[in-house]
C-alpha cells in the first residue's frame, strides 16, 4: 500500500489556498479529514496490517492530520482577518463633517425637497391646492385616460418601466406627473386649481441633464371660461416669483396627445440672463416644460363636459428647476449625497 502522505499534505494546502469564506472552508474541512477522505481511508485500511507498520505508518498518518489542521487553522484566521477587515471598511461612516468643526452641524433639506417647498409655496400664493398621486400607476392613467391608446407613437415619448403585475405592461411607474391630473379630476369637485409634484420615472441613461428617477410638478386648471392667454399669464406670474423678476417666459409650439393646442415653455437663460451662453446654445431662452388646454378626450375620460368646462395643464421637472436657480452643471450630483455637494446648499 503506498500512502503518499506528503501529496496528500500538499494537494490539501494547495486546496486551501483557493479559499475565501468560511462556509467554502468547513466544506473542505470535511473532504480533507472525514472518514472517506484519503487520510480517512487511509487510517481505516491500518487495521489490515501487521503491528509493526501499523504503529509507524499510523503516526505518519497522524502527523499529517496535524500538519492539514494547522494549515486549515491558518487559513480560517487569515478568511477572519480579511472578512473582518472588508466589513469595517463597508461599515465606514463618514465622519468628515464632525471632523471640520466642534460644534455638530445642522441637518438640512436636500436641494430637490427645498426646490418642491419652494415651488409648492409659489403656486399656493396663488390660490392653488396640492394634490398627490401614486408612483406605481396604470396604463390608464398613465397613458390611456390622457389620450395616447396603446401602440401610440406619442408613447416613444416616455420610456418605460413597466412592473411584472397584473396582466403584462399594464402596472408600470408613472413618467411623469400628469396621471394625477385625472385622479384630481375623477374626484369630481370643480373647479379646479391645482399642482401636483412628485417622482417620476424614466428608462433614461443618466447625464448632465436627465435622471431615471425625477421629480415633475403638474398643473391644472379647470373652470369656466378659462383660455390660453391664462395659461400664458399663470405660467408669466409663476417664472417671476420663483426665479426672479429679470427672468420672463415664452410659450413656443409643440405637441402632447393630452393638449390642444400645446406648447413648450421656457425661460430666460439663468445663466447669461438671455444674452446667450453655451447652456442656451446661444438663444437665451431654456425649456422648462410643457403645457397647453386641456384636450376634449381627457375631459371626456372623467367624465366632464368639455362643452362647459375649459381648463389648462402644464408639467415641468423640479430638478431642473433646481439645476436652472442654482447653476448645477450636472444633475447627477442631485442623486450622489455627496456631503461636499449637499452642505453648500
Ligand atoms: N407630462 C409631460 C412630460 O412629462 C409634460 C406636460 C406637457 C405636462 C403638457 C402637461 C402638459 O400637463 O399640459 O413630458
Known amino acids: ?20 469564506d468560511l462556509e467554502e472552508l468547513s466544506r473542505l474541512r470535511n473532504n480533507l479529514l472525514s472518514k472517506k477522505s484519503q487520510l480517512g481511508t487511509a487510517r481505516s485500511s491500518l487495521a489490515t496490517l501487521p503491528l509493526d507498520q501499523r504503529r509507524e505508518i499510523g503516526a505518519k498518518i497522524e502527523l499529517a492530520r496535524k500538519e492539514i489542521e494547522s494549515a486549515l487553522a491558518e487559513r480560517r484566521q487569515l478568511i477572519e482577518v480579511r472578512t473582518r477587515k472588508e466589513k469595517l471598511a463597508a ?7 464632525w471632523l471640520e468643526s466642534s460644534t455638530p452641524a445642522r441637518g438640512h433639506q436636500h436641494i430637490v425637497q427645498r426646490t418642491r417647498d419652494e415651488l409648492e409655496d409659489v403656486f399656493v400664493g396663488m390660490g392653488f391646492s396640492v394634490n398627490e398621486g401614486p408612483e406605481v400607476e396604470t396604463d390608464w392613467y398613465n397613458f390611456e385616460a390622457l389620450n395616447i391608446p396603446p401602440a401610440h407613437p406619442a408613447r416613444g415619448m416616455w420610456d418605460t418601466f413597466y412592473l411584472d403585475l397584473g396582466e403584462p405592461e399594464t402596472v408600470l411607474l408613472r413618467t411623469h406627473t400628469s396621471p394625477t391630473q385625472i385622479r384630481v379630476m375623477e374626484s369630481g369637485e370643480l373647479p379646479i386649481y391645482a399642482v401636483m409634484p412628485g417622482r417620476c420615472y424614466r428608462r433614461d441613461t443618466p447625464d448632465s441633464r436627465h435622471l431615471p428617477i425625477f421629480h415633475q410638478i403638474e398643473g391644472l386648471v379647470v373652470d369656466i371660461g378659462i383660455s390660453f392667454a391664462n395659461l400664458a399669464g399663470t405660467i408669466e406670474d409663476f417664472t417671476t416669483a420663483y426665479f426672479g423678476a429679470g ?35 446661444h438663444t437665451g431662452w431654456i425649456e422648462l416644460g410643457g403645457c397647453g ?27 431642473r428647476c433646481a439645476q436652472m436657480r442654482y447653476q448645477i452643471p450636472d444633475m447627477r450630483v442631485l442623486m450622489e449625497n455627496d456631503y ?5 446648499l
Open 247 to 281: 427672468i420672463h417666459s415664452r410659450l413656443r409650439p409643440s405637441y402632447f396627445p393630452f393638449t390642444e393646442p400645446s406648447a413648450e415653455f421656457e425661460i430666460t437663460c439663468t445663466i447669461c440672463a438671455g444674452s446667450g451662453c453655451r447652456t442656451c446654445s
Open 91 to 97: 461599515d465606514e461612516i463618514d465622519i468628515t463633517e
Open 340 to 344: 461636499r455637494f449637499m452642505k453648500q
Open 1 to 20: 500500500m503506498d500512502y503518499n502522505l506528503e501529496i496528500v499534505v500538499q494537494d490539501a494546502k494547495d486546496a486551501l489556498s483557493t479559499i475565501d
Open 293 to 319: 388646454m386641456v384636450h376634449p378626450a381627457v375631459f371626456e375620460a372623467v367624465g366632464i363636459d368639455s362643452k362647459r368646462w375649459t381648463g389648462f395643464a402644464f408639467g415641468f421637472g423640479i430638478d
